[in-house]
């Protein structure tokens, strides 16, 4: 492929080849958002929040508005509850304490 190039060149192209490569590896291995099906949200980030129950990933702006509709911190897919908030939600009160 590189053999009309120096042999520095060759292995500069190989490298940014390679990186490519690296990078289109990474967002396959991403898996989409479980919620919206896609891989990279309105706000840009990626599914990092992930049931630990049935696996699937979610985006965190996700998960949030399923909460909010649902009214539970439980998993849209398995129904299992979720640790998204982590200390916020230990922190939470009952309405009606
Ligand atoms: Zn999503
Ligand atoms: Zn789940």
């Known amino acids: ?3 009309d190039l120096p042999p520095q060149n060759c292995s500069l192209v190989d490298g940014l080849t390679a ?4 990078i289109s ?3 396959k291995d991403q898996e989409e958002c479980a919620i919206c099906y896609s891989i990279i949200a309105q706000d840009k980030t990626l599914p990092d929040k992930k049931c630990g129950t049935c696996n699937h990933f979610f985006h ?3 998960l949030y508005k399923w909460f909010q509709n649902s009214g539970r911190n439980t998993c849209p897919l398995c129904r299992n509850a979720i640790d998204y908030l982590g200390s916020d939600t230990k922190r939470r009160r009952p309405e009606h304490e």
């Open 1 to 3: 492929m590189c053999t």
């Open 25 to 27: 590896l990474a967002l």
């Open 19 to 22: 990186f490519r490569r690296n």
């Open 60 to 62: 965190r702006v996700c």
